[in-house]
Every structure is written in C-alpha cells, then in structure tokens.
C-alpha cells in the first residue's frame, strides 16, 4: 500500500550518477530503487532507461565547474507516459573530500543528482535540486543519503499532480531566448509545425537545453500535455528481429489506436468499427507508410549549407508572389493599425472551457485543438542526447526529432538532420532547398517579429521592472504566439484560406498542410475556433518601411550581407588606422571621406560624356 500510496506523487526516483574512473558513468544511489526489490546503491537499472548515466553526466562536463541538464526517458510500461528528467552536475576536488573511498583514484569527483518526475515542472525541479545538490557537496561525505530522502518526500509532498502554466514555464524565457535569435525565433517557432529533423547545438548544457524548451513553450500547451509521448520508443525483443544488425528502437505512441479512427471531414462514430484499419489513414495516405519514407535531401556535394544563404531571386520571387496575391487595399487595414486604435496584438484567450481528452490525437486538448499533435507518433523530444543514443537520429521508424547535443560528432553529421541549429551562433543550416524558402519570412511575419523585438529590447533595461513588466515581457510573448497560431489555424479554416494563407508564405503552408499534427487538427472540429479571426495579426498594405525591414533582415542574415558587413568594418578600421599614421582626427577624416563619396556620386548621377565619366571614376575615393 506504502509503495502505491508513493507511485500516485509526482516524483518517481531521486539518483545519483557518478564517473568511475574505470567502469564510466554508473548509476550510484536511487530512492526508491530503479528496479524493484533491488538495494539502493545496488547499480541495477531497468533496461529502458540504459542510457539514464549518459544523460545525467553530460559529454564535456569536466570543462564546468557546475552545469544542469534537461531529458527525456521512455515509460517503464504502457500506463506510463514520457518521464522527465532533471539532473545538476557540479564537482570538487578530492583532495576536500572529508570521507575518501577507495575507488577515488583521480584528482576530482564529479556527480549528478537528479529527479525522474512524471510532470515537466523543469524550471522548478531545477531550483529545488540545485539548493539540495549543494548542500549534498558541502557535506563533502557522498555516503550521506538522508539529504535525498528527504528531497524525495519533500517534493512528493509539495507538488502537486495538477500542472499550472506559471509553474512549467518557470525558468523558460521567451525573452531571453528573442534577444538571443531575434528574427529567427519566428523561423525556430515555424520549423516546429513542419516536423523535421531538427538538431540543436552547443554548449553549455543548460543553456541548450533552456533554449530548446523555451522554444516548445511558446505553443499553447506543449510543454503541459503534448510530451506524453516525445520520448515512446523501447528496444527490440531480440537483435534478429533487426534486418540491419544493430539495435533498433521502435516507436509507440497513444495515437495508434485513435488515429486510425480519424478522417479528413470528421471523427468516426462513437460506435465505428475499429478493428478494421481502412485503406487510408486520418493523413490520407497508407497507414504506417509514412514512417518509412526517407526524406527528401538536396544533394550532398551541395555547398549551401545555411538557408540563411539565399539567393536574391528567391527573395524577388518571394516578394512578386505576395504582391501578386496581396489582399484587396480597400478591405485592409493599414499595417501596425487596428480599426478600435488598440494594439493589434492583445493577450488571446486562454482555455476557458478546460482541456479534455482528443478524439484523434490522444492529449489534452483545449477548446482550439491545442497543443498541437507534434510528438506524437514517433516524432520525438529529447532536450538533451547522448552519444550513445546516436542510432536514434537513423532509427527507420522515427519519423522525426528535436534534439539537444553537446558533441561534435552530432553535428559532423549532418545528412542524419534536415536542420542544424547552432545556438551560440546563432544560426539555421539546412541543406534541403524546398525547407529552406518554406522557412523564408513573409512581410507580415517581419514585421510580427519586429513588433516583438522592439518590445523586448526597449523593455531589456526596465530599472524598476527589471523586465518583469507585462509589454515585453515572458507571459506577452507567450500571449502574441498563441495569438500568431490561433490566427494560422483560423486562416486555415476559412472558406476564403488561400488568400488569408498567403501572408504566411505558400511554401510554409503547403508544407505545414502534409504535416501529422496539421492533418490529426483539421480532422476534428474545435468549438473555440469561431471566436478567433481569420488572417494574419500583421496582414496588410506594404509600404517603404517594409522594402527597409525586409533589406535590413536580408542584410544580417544572408551570406552577402555579411560579406558586406565585414568588408565595411574593415574598411572603417583602415581609415582609423590611416587617420592616425598620418596626424588626421578620426572626425576629419571621416568627414573628408564622406565629402568625396557625395561629390562622387552626385557626379554620377548627372548625364554626362563618357570621357568626362572616366575622369571622375580616376578621381573617385579607393
């Protein structure tokens, strides 16, 4: 009963994971134990969580002094949903060590405490457990447990099993996460609804793994109820079941037995047979085909690496394609202008009418359908990966990922993910064209993420805020993305979508529509979705203030306008430079300088003879 009365708390295990100088990374202590009836030191750990040491000790971690760690593990059993893990690292010399063992044979000890929990409360687990695992250091005597016993039950009876969106965002910042990718966030947030595979890098953990889950907050209800099968994959029962030889994970989810139910126009009867799977699927295609499908790659010889890098006739296609379709001027309203004088964007509805099983996708569903079956069968989550669950990214049955890694070997790889996204950078790199001007963004979407920038960077040095305010700050955001993707999904619905679709970027729409979470969405009715306005948030005529927006974007992120970029620095250093060798201010020979640019190119811009022509460019600054 004692046992029973335990499993219903929020937490499942307490561990430590420590480094073994000759056996590696081991699984030390557990509260209670991973296997039943097992000792707690006694090692053993179930055999669908092998990979729990590598996750809670990450690669590189002797390089930080401390660091926190983010994961996924697959359930233990079919009742069971995504389990969620947090794990602080930290180490000490052994040298300081009060109680030495004798398998400390190296010059610092390095562990991991960490929480198996069956809620993403990430941000404050984290908190929680960095206060005990420094507290567990300084007694500088890892034999005493007594400490981790307590956290077990102090967090079992302090959580409770309901999840409230201001305790699973805690420690998430969408601002944070803005100020670090700025225009790109939108890219980021689009990249998710067309489930890729998509692989974040850097380091240190922490900070990747907070980016990545920032990035799946900003969905209405992700991170609350649509992970509960990110990570469903177990190994096989033997090795010959595996026509290639090596281990092979296959995929589960809850979604297998509804989704066959599903259909375009809507849900199967309370009373339809399921025992007969039909020809096609909710998606419209044979049930299970694709899965197997490899994607579509550009070529590998291929030199584009970063969609960043576009070509200009892209852009010019791009442009002439919304121009072409643009909305009709007189039924418009003026871009950044709303009809009543309030902003255009306002805190959207929340979930009012509660969240209640999805008849097709399987979660916990709100009024508008949200969140949005992502991860589900068999595209996967996994805020941290390591190197040992490398086979995953080439797993045939799955179909997907959003990954965190740390090492190098991840990212050498490149034809295992569709797109890199280097944190530090930052920056996108994906080679497959066709992914690459579907993630190209429209004018409305420029001025959506403009419209975010500016409030986050003007709010950034609040002093008596200190960015807490609600314009700009973590909970707004949250608030305009939900707004952008209520707005999509209405758009879609509408009987004149093609024209309300268009601000959103053809190639995005066409291929969000051959998504699994567009298709399980469309295939039921949502009752909150007649509230919501059809249409983009920032749709509208364009003006001059656009052509700068879209130059000065196109500037910073493509490959040319760094070039131009770095060619300017340089030169303004070497006028610098020049100025000073010769006795020149910086003032006067900047002033010089653009004194001879306005006479060169008033000089050019005047009808003249072509002699007369030469003789200006001979006279023109170098």
């Not at 509208?540 to 910073?556: E, M, P």
Request: charged share 20%; hydrophobic share 35%; aromatic share 8%.
């Amino acid at each position: 009963m004692e046992t029973k009365e335990k499993d219903k708390g929020p937490v499942l295990h307490i561990v430590v994971v420590g480094f073994h100088h000759k056996k590696g990374c081991q699984v030390e202590f557990s509260y209670p134990p991973l296997v039943p009836d097992a000792e707690h030191d006694s090692g053993l750990i179930p055999e669908q969580w092998k990979y729990l040491p590598f996750l809670a000790l990450p690669d590189g971690a002797h390089n930080y002094q401390e660091d926190t760690v983010f994961f996924h593990l697959p359930p233990l059993d079919v009742e069971q949903k995504c389990v969620y893990g947090v794990s602080c690292y930290r180490q000490i010399e052994a040298k300081a060590l009060k109680v030495r063992q004798a398998d400390v044979t190296r010059e610092t000890v390095q562990k991991s405490v960490c929480v198996l929990s069956r809620v993403p409360l990430y941000g404050l687990l984290q908190a929680k457990l960095q206060l005990i695992t420094h507290a567990y250091f300084e007694e500088k005597d890892f034999s005493q447990i007594s400490i981790l016993k307590e956290l077990y039950e102090h967090m079992n009876g302090s959580l409770g099993g309901s999840l409230d969106g201001s305790q699973v965002h805690l420690g998430l910042s969408p601002r944070d996460l803005i100020l670090q990718f700025q225009h790109k966030v939108l890219v980021l947030f689009k990249l998710l609804l067309l489930e890729k595979k998509v692989l974040f890098f850097g380091s240190p953990v922490h900070r990747l793994v907070g980016h990545l889950m920032t990035l799946l907050s900003m969905f209405p209800g992700l991170v609350e109820h649509g992970l509960v099968d990110s990570s469903h994959y177990r190994p096989r029962s033997s090795v010959s079941e595996n026509p290639t030889g090596s281990e092979e994970f296959v995929s589960v989810s809850v979604t297998d037995l509804t989704e066959e139910a599903a259909n375009h126009s809507q849900p199967s009867p309370p009373g339809a047979n399921h025992s007969q799977p039909s020809p096609s699927g909710a998606n419209g295609e044979s049930s299970g085909d694709h899965l197997l499908r490899p994607p579509s790659r550009a070529s590998p010889d291929s030199s584009e690496s970063d969609w960043e890098t576009l070509d200009p006739s892209v852009l010019d296609q791009t442009l002439d394609q919304s121009v072409d379709q643009s909305v009709d001027p007189v039924q418009t309203p003026e871009p950044f202008e709303s009809p009543s004088g309030t902003p255009i964007t306002s805190q959207p509805l929340g979930g009012a009418g509660g969240v209640c099983q999805g008849l097709v996708s399987g979660l916990e569903e709100d009024q508008y359908g949200l969140p949005l079956a992502i991860f589900t069968k068999g595209y996967l989550c996994l805020p941290y990966m390591a190197l040992q669950q490398h086979h995953l990214l080439s797993d045939v049955s799955v179909r997907g990922f959003v990954a965190g890694a740390t090492n190098i070997l991840f990212r050498q790889q490149r034809h295992l993910s569709d797109v890199v996204v280097e944190v530090e950078e930052p920056r996108i790199q994906t080679q497959d064209l066709d992914l690459r001007r579907a993630l190209v963004l429209t004018t409305a979407d420029l001025r959506f993420a403009d419209y975010l920038l500016k409030h986050v960077t003007e709010n950034r040095d609040d002093v008596f805020l200190d960015g807490t305010g609600w314009e700009g700050g973590d909970e707004w955001i949250r608030a305009q993305f939900t707004l952008y993707l209520h707005s999509l999904l209405a758009s879609a619905l509408h009987q004149d979508s093609e024209r309300l679709l268009v601000d959103y970027g053809a190639p995005f729409i066409t291929a969000w529509k051959m998504s699994h979470n567009y298709r399980v969405w469309k295939s039921n009715s949502h009752s909150g979705m007649s509230h919501i306005t059809a249409g983009h948030p920032f749709q509208g005529q364009y003006s001059v203030a656009d052509v700068k927006l879209r130059l000065s974007h196109s500037v910073q992120n493509s490959e040319r306008g760094k070039k131009i970029g770095n060619a300017m620095m340089t030169t303004s250093r070497s006028v610098v430079q020049t100025g000073k060798a010769v006795g020149q201010s910086l003032e006067g020979a900047l002033t010089s300088a653009k004194s001879a640019m306005t006479s060169w190119f008033s000089t050019l811009a005047t009808p003249t003879p072509i002699t007369h022509l030469s003789e200006v460019a001979t006279e023109a600054p170098q």
